[in-house]
């Protein structure tokens, strides 16, 4: 299955957001998989800052 860029609104970038809480973090992330979810079986990369993090 391919897409055409027609069929995406989000323009491709990087997002970089910051905060000291974790909570916050995790409300932005989710909130933005929701608002702008991928196709089924698309890759979604995010990077974290360390592998405390990551978990």
């Not at 055409?4 to 916050?24: K, N, Q, V, W, Y």
């Amino acid at each position: 299955m391919t897409h055409s860029d027609s069929d995406f609104d989000l323009t491709p970038g990087l997002a970089m957001i910051h905060s000291d809480r974790m909570e916050d973090l995790r409300s932005a992330l989710m909130g933005w998989i929701k608002a702008n979810p991928l196709p089924p079986f698309e890759n979604e990369i995010i990077l974290v800052q360390s592998n405390g993090i990551r978990q």
